[in-house]
């Protein structure tokens, strides 16, 4: 076979794994298998070029073995060495780091004497540079004002739009120019300056909540890079495999600001991403930022679930949802999780009402737990369900002191892996007080009514 | 003397249009370039359907590991390290070493964020 056509069928199948790869890696079941044939189709990818190279009069294997050997050496221990915590700010990091690699790319092809000076050639280097190098520095931005050495605050300044416009006409202008004579270094080192600035100050307006959805948006412009890349060195695999991340990232971008109840304009040009937000930032509590999700979202959680803990409150009772929760408590025993009820004394209206509606609906009474037998089950639940109970949640119960419901027994729910609350609206419950439970980090909030929530989640699971 | 030029400039785009007898459609530019926009547009389609929902406690890990994925510009990065010109060489490699650490490393990030989604038994 011709050594072409067997670099071809390898880039092939490299961009076949990662689009599957990619696809799988949507949902929690398939996510680790997802991750694993990506990286088994960026190692085909990896394989094809070296192939490539090997039979190329030009090859430089001591450069290309040194730098994957640092590159992977500061990959697995940075990777390694990092927080559960400090996950986004990683993961800005890295890609940052892509960015800046597709930039080193432009910059190369630049200088080499081979590359076309044809306009088909120089804009997508253009692009490549530019793009590259916003994301390279935007990205550096969003890693410090997650990690603290940058201020998390929104910063701005008067015409701050204006000049960031202005900015970034004159970087395109640049652009435009260099394409036009590719012989003027000056051009290009212009551009690229100006690229490395636009990157710092299209972020630095952007409040630290905000930054999970910046550097979703900013690993969506590394792929688009890496796709101008592949125009330029007229490559298919970095065309597909950069536009894919390109167009999915941008999705994933709009599904975040959605679970964030906000607008990618919103968190862009807002500068309402500070975590004293106040009134400004619309559907943003009092108590800072929640997330919200849609039936899919939360069955495919459930799905993955080993042990799920239900949490009835009065709003189960006002929906009449019981029946909907036992067929959801039988799904998810089919799945093999565990499922139990999580009674406190007072959820409901009256002693005991909560078991009076189970009893009605078939639950078998094993499944029943009082608080204190159930609380210390809450820290290996992955899921707890809570369904309209409210006050009984609150962990300010146990933790702030000038709550007027401080000191009242609470069920630990905040404890478990994901707390899904299933609510009509953010309104405070009963005692008229905020629940700091539906702002923590693990707590997903679900609106509607329980008993269409409830019917709407059972269908999602059984597409799933 | 200028319309000599002209006519010699035009002559260069012609050449650079028309392909050579001898070889395939897939050396001319022009060709390379719609074949290339072609392949990009049906990525971007692929990409925008690729993902539809999911769940908020993935999309950290998603974002990690399709930015892994965008860490593909390793493939030029390795081709710009192998170039005879000294400081392509040089940026080539400073791409390769940027572009692994966003590769291996991603790849290693995600995997350890998406250890919390297997399911224990």
Known sequence: MNIDHLVQILYLVASGLLIFGLKRLGSPKTAPQGNMLGGLGMLFAILAVCIQEANSDESNWVLVGVGIVVGSVIGIIAAQKVQMTGMPQMVALFNGLGGGASAFVAASEFKYDGTDTSAMTMVPLFLSMMIGALTFTGSLIAFGKLQGIVTSKPVSYPLQKTINLVLFLSTVSAGLLMVNDPSATHWFIVLTALSLVLGVLAVIPIGGADMPVVISLLNSYSGIAASATGFVLRNDALIIAGSLVGASGIILTQIMCKAMNRSLANVLFGGFGSDDSGGAAGPAGPQGNYKSAGPEEVAMILDTASLVIIVPGYGMAVAQAQHQVRELDKALQERGAEVLYAIHPVAGRMPGHMNVLLAEADVPYEQLQEMDVINPSFPRADVAIVLGANDVTNPAARTDKASPIYGMPILDVDKARTVMVLKRSMNPGFAGIENELFFKENTLMVFGDAKDSVSKINSALKEL | ?121
């Open chain 2, 1 to 121: 003397m200028i319309e000599m030029n002209i006519s010699s400039l035009t002559l260069n785009l012609l050449a650079d249009v028309t392909p050579p007898t001898q070889e395939a459609s897939s050396g001319d530019p022009v060709t390379t370039l719609l074949m290339g926009l072609t392949v990009f547009l049906l990525a971007v389609f692929v990409g925008f359907e690729l993902i539809t929902k999911v769940p908020p406690t993935l999309h950290t890990p998603l974002m990690s590991g399709s930015n892994a994925i965008s860490g593909i510009t390793i493939i030029g990065a390795i081709i710009c390290a192998g170039r005879a010109d000294n400081v392509a060489a040089i940026l080539g490699f400073l791409a390769v070493v940027f572009a692994t650490v966003n590769v291996v490393g991603g790849f290693a990030v995600t995997n350890r964020m998406l250890q919390m989604f297997k399911k224990k038994k």
